[in-house]
C-alpha cells in the first residue's frame, strides 16, 4: 500500500537566516530567559510590613492588573499572531516570547505567594475579575486577538500587542519602580525591571514584523488601517486613564503615572514605525532610578542586569549534609 501525502511538512532550519532581524531576537530571548524561583522576594518580606496599608494594596492592584493582561497576552496574543505566521523561526521566536508571558505572569504569583496570605491573594485575584477599566482593558484586546483570520487581523493584532507590551503594562511598572527608585521592594523590582525588559524586547519584534506586513498594503489601505489602529490606540489610551485614575486615586501619583504612559506610548508608536502622538513632560526621575540602579540594566539587547544571578541560593544546613546511600 502506497501512503501518499497531501502537504510536505517542513522543518525549521536555523542555519540559513530568513531575514536580517529573526535570529538576532532569538539570541537575545534566550540571553534574558530568567525564573522566578531565582530571585529571593523573601529580602522584601520586612520592607512589606513597613508599608502603609494603602501602599500595600496598590501594590497588589497593580500586580495583579499584570498578571492578567499578561495571562491574555500568552494565551491569546501571542497564539493568534503565530496562527498566520508562515516562517518557522519567526514562529518559534513568537513561541519562546509567549512562554516568557507565562513566566511573567507565574513571577506575579510567586511575589504575592511570598508577601500575602491566601484570602488576600484570593481577594486580589476577585477584584481582577470586578474592576471594570481592567475588564475593558482586557476587552479591547482580545476582541482585536480574537478576529486574527487575515493580513489585515494580523496586523491589527500585532499593532495591538505592541501597545499592550509598549504602554499598557506601564501604568502597572510605575508603582514598583517607583518604590524600587527609594530602595523599596528591590527583590520585587528586579523582577518587574526583567519583565520590563522583556516586554521592551517583545514590543520591537513584534513591531517589526507589523512594519513589514504594513508596507505590502496599498497606499489607500495604509491610510485606513492606520485610522482603524489609532482608534484602537485612542480607546486603550482612555481606558488606560481611567484606570489609571481609579488604582492611583489620593496616592497623588496619577498625573506622573499617565506622563509615564504616554512616554512609552510613544515608544508604542515608534516601534510600529509611526510618529510620536503626545506631549510629554520629563517622566519622575525616582521611577527613573528605579530602571536603572546599579544591580539593574534596561537597554534593547542588553544582558541579564548585572544584579541578577542564575540560580537559587539558600544557606547550607545541617540536614544538608546527611546522604541517603541505599540504591
Not at 528591590?186 to 517583545?202: N, T, V
Request: charged residues 25%.
Amino acid at each position: 500500500m502506497t501512503f501518499k501525502l497531501n502537504n510536505v511538512h517542513k522543518a525549521v532550519n536555523w542555519n540559513v537566516e530568513d531575514d536580517d532581524f529573526t535570529q538576532a531576537f532569538w539570541d537575545q530571548n534566550v540571553k534574558q530567559f530568567w525564573l522566578p524561583e531565582e530571585i529571593s522576594v523573601s529580602k522584601d518580606v520586612k520592607v512589606w510590613s513597613e508599608l502603609s496599608p494603602e501602599e500595600r494594596n496598590l501594590y497588589k492592584k497593580v500586580l495583579g492588573g499584570l498578571t492578567l493582561l499578561d495571562t491574555k497576552q500568552a494565551n491569546n496574543g501571542i497564539p493568534s499572531m503565530m496562527s498566520l505566521t508562515d516562517n518557522l523561526q519567526r514562529k518559534a521566536v513568537l513561541s519562546f516570547m509567549g512562554t516568557m508571558e507565562e513566566i511573567h505572569a507565574k513571577s506575579y504569583s510567586s511575589i504575592f505567594t511570598t508577601l500575602l496570605t491566601v484570602p488576600e491573594i484570593d481577594e486580589i485575584f476577585e477584584w481582577i475579575e470586578s474592576e471594570p477599566t481592567l475588564q475593558k482593558k482586557a476587552e479591547i484586546v482580545l476582541a482585536q486577538y480574537e478576529n486574527t483570520d487575515d493580513r489585515y487581523g494580523l496586523y491589527m493584532s500585532m499593532a495591538t500587542s505592541v501597545f499592550l507590551e509598549s504602554f499598557l503594562f506601564y501604568s502597572g511598572f510605575f508603582y514598583p519602580l517607583f518604590l524600587a527608585g527609594q530602595g523599596k521592594m528591590m527583590a520585587s523590582g528586579e523582577i518587574i525591571s526583567l519583565i520590563l525588559r522583556d516586554e521592551s524586547l517583545h514590543g520591537k519584534y513584534i513591531g517589526l514584523l507589523a512594519q513589514e506586513i504594513f508596507k505590502d498594503f496599498s497606499k489607500e489601505e495604509q491610510k485606513e488601517y492606520k485610522a482603524k489602529v489609532m482608534d484602537v490606540f485612542d480607546r486603550l489610551m482612555e481606558n488606560e486613564i481611567n484606570y489609571t485614575n481609579t488604582i492611583y486615586e489620593g496616592t497623588g501619583l496619577a498625573d506622573e503615572v499617565i506622563n509615564f504612559l504616554k512616554y512609552n506610548a510613544n515608544r508604542a508608536m515608534e516601534n510600529l514605525g509611526y510618529d510620536n502622538r503626545l506631549e510629554v513632560d520629563p517622566v519622575n526621575p525616582i521611577v527613573l532610578n528605579g530602571l536603572s540602579t546599579e544591580t539593574k540594566t534596561h537597554d534593547f539587547f542588553s544582558t541579564k542586569g548585572n544584579g541578577y544571578q542564575k540560580g537559587v541560593y539558600e544557606s547550607l544546613q545541617d540536614s544538608d549534609f546527611i546522604f541517603d546511600r541505599k540504591i
